[in-house]
Structure formats: structure tokens, C-alpha cells
């Protein structure tokens, strides 16, 4: 199971505590420690994109709802409006609440939808249907794989497969491109 991102040294930490059950993809860092003053060794660990670790998570359950934050939403849709259908930089878009807030929608994601700015201020108060405006995506509430996804700066390829296992079959996420191909070392 996916369940978090974690720095390097968190995983250094992992490995040094003997809690990593196993890891997948490659190497993303090598650390090395000091020299063994008998035998001139040196220490080293090597983290790799991937660490499972020892122990059970009992937080994660169906009922699981990601926090909703702007920069999320508009990675779910692609920093596409989902009105006009056109790209925008992230200072160019804005939540928009597809049954307003005014008229009893709720702010979640299943309600909320990537705007820009222009669509939402035509659209104003008003449903899609009221304002005449056809919604391209439904919105939908990501699993906690996705949201992982969803939360990712910089994901390597090898980590995206390995959250796309863990994404439902018909996840509008699956044919993402934005990963980083090549690892990177300190
Ligand atoms: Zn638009």
C-alpha cells in the first residue's frame, strides 16, 4: 500500500532501524557515513524510490477522504478548466463549486471542479445547467493512492507504476505523464 511521501532521510532512518521489509525501484540516494579506522570501510546506505516497511496501518479504511486543497484539485484535473477545457498556469485557476455553496452544494471533491478564472466569473452563482455551461470531467474523490499521487512534486517513474497498481481500473490518473524519469542524488 501507498501511504506516504517521505525525505531521504526518514528512509535512512527506516533502514538503519531495521524496519524495512523490502524496497522496489531504483536507487535514488546513496549516503555514506564515516570510515572505519581498522579496516578503512566505509558505511553507506542506499535508499531506494520505493520502501515498505514493517507493521500494519490501521488509519487507512474505504471510508478514507483526502483533505481538499486547491493545488490537489487542479492536479486532479490536469490544470485544465473543465468548462472551457483549456490549460492554464495554477495563479490562472479557481475552485469552482459546481451546485454553489449559495445554493446548498458542498465544498468536496465530488462538488468541486479546476476553473479558470474567467469561466467562474461567468458562471457565478449558478449550476452548470442554469449558467448553460457543460462540465467536461465529473468530478470524482480520489482513493488514498491516488491522492498520494495527487500530493507528489517530483514522482519517478518507477514509484508512478508502482502507485498506478494501486490506483481503481477506470482511474482518470492512470495515463498521467508528468513524471520525472530520472533519479537524483544528493
Ligand atoms: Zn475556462
Not at 525501484?25 to 514493517?54: C, D, K, Q
Not at 471510508?63 to 483549456?86: A, E, H, M, W
Not at 490562472?92 to 462538488?111: E, I
Not at 474567467?118 to 449558478?126: E, Q, T, V
Request: glycine share 8%; aromatic share 10%; proline share 6%.
Amino acid at each position: 500500500m501507498p501511504l506516504e511521501w517521505i525525505n531521504y532521510q526518514d528512509a535512512v532512518r527506516f533502514y538503519h532501524a531495521g524496519r524495512v521489509a523490502y524496497f522496489l525501484g531504483s536507487p535514488v540516494y546513496r549516503l555514506r557515513g564515516g570510515i572505519n579506522s581498522l579496516t578503512g570501510a566505509r558505511s553507506e546506505i542506499e535508499v531506494n524510490a520505493i520502501v515498505a516497511t514493517h507493521g500494519t496501518n490501521k488509519t487507512l479504511t474505504h471510508s478514507y477522504i483526502p483533505p481538499l486543497s486547491n493545488r490537489t484539485l487542479f492536479k486532479r484535473d490536469g490544470r485544465v478548466c473543465l468548462y472551457c477545457g483549456q490549460h492554464f498556469m495554477a495563479s490562472m485557476l479557481s475552485r469552482d463549486h459546481v451546485t454553489p455553496l449559495s445554493q446548498g452544494g458542498a465544498d468536496s471533491w465530488k462538488n468541486v471542479v479546476t476553473a479558470c478564472k474567467r469561466c467562474n466569473n461567468h458562471k457565478a452563482g449558478r449550476t452548470p445547467e442554469q449558467a448553460g455551461m457543460a462540465l467536461l470531467a465529473i468530478p470524482f474523490q480520489p482513493t488514498h493512492a491516488e491522492y498520494i499521487y495527487l500530493k507528489g512534486k517530483r514522482v519517478l517513474a518507477d514509484q508512478m507504476d508502482f502507485l498506478r497498481s494501486h490506483f481503481p481500473r477506470k482511474s482518470p490518473l492512470r495515463h498521467r505523464g508528468d513524471v520525472t524519469q530520472k533519479a537524483i542524488s544528493p
